[in-house]
């Protein structure tokens, strides 16, 4: 059974950072691109940043470049978001999702599976 679990979320203050981690179980990570998107209350789901498959390749939306970061421990079958100088736009539940159509150069990429999330809260 494919399943990506979620983690690391929480509320911090403006300015500060979290690490989120995703976990996959049923299959391995890095044979596939892996993306990160967020849904804020009454908000569209938002791509926020994709890794690409076995070239350590990253894309990123426009509003985190600088402040987010992806990156994968294949040994622990996990993908990371890094995330810093959070502010309270990116208040929203952060979702990992495989990426089968691969990563687009904006970030965004088309969901295949993915987790139930993790809440991120940004407030002071």
């Known amino acids: 059974q494919v399943q990506l679990v979620e983690s690391g979320g929480g509320l911090v203050q403006p300015g500060g950072s979290l690490r989120l981690s995703c976990t996959a179980s049923?299959?391995?990570?890095?044979?596939?691109?892996i993306g990160w998107f967020r849904q804020a209350p009454g908000k569209e789901r938002e791509g926020v940043g994709c890794?690409?498959?076995?070239?350590?390749?990253?894309y990123y939306t426009d509003s985190v470049k600088g402040r987010f970061t992806i990156s994968r421990d294949n040994a622990k079958n996990t993908v990371y978001l890094q995330m810093s100088s959070l502010n309270p736009e990116d208040t929203a539940v952060y979702h990992c999702?495989?990426?089968?159509?691969?990563?687009?150069?904006?970030?965004?990429?088309?969901?295949?599976?993915w987790g139930q999330g993790t809440q991120v809260t940004v407030s002071s």
């Open positions: 999702a495989t990426a089968p159509l691969g990563c687009f150069a904006n970030g965004n990429f088309k969901y295949g599976d």
């Open positions: 890794t690409g498959n076995n070239d350590g390749s990253t």
């Open positions: 049923g299959f391995t990570l890095d044979a596939y691109a």
